[in-house]
């Protein structure tokens, strides 16, 4: 009998938090996230077997500092394509699924839109 947590026994599970991204071409590897009003997307080319997903805040905004630009979609999404391809995957290839943008209070920004 299998259990649903003994299905992948070599699984390994890495977490994307808010402002990362992850790629792999490693079929073992289970990239997850937590997501509220934030966006997700999952990437991937099924040929060359590579993946990644990211996680944003916003859409897109101006942001100060090292890193702050990592909280926006327009940037989230240049790092995680360019990584992909990097990575061997090819542009007419790409999969894309979106996961995330809900409106979870009034007084929040439409993420979804």
Known sequence: MIRAGDQHMTERRIHVGQGEHYVTSDPDV??????GSCVAMCLRDPVAGVG???HFLLPEGAGAGTDAGRRYGAYAMELLINDVLKAGGRRDRLQAK???????FDSLKDVGT
């Not at 979106?98 to 979870?104: I, Q, T």
Request: hydrophobic content about 50%; glycine content about 24%.
């Open 30 to 35: 289970v990239l997850s996230t937590v997501l």
């Open 52 to 54: 990644g997903m990211n």
């Open 98 to 104: 979106l996961f995330g943008g809900g409106r979870m």
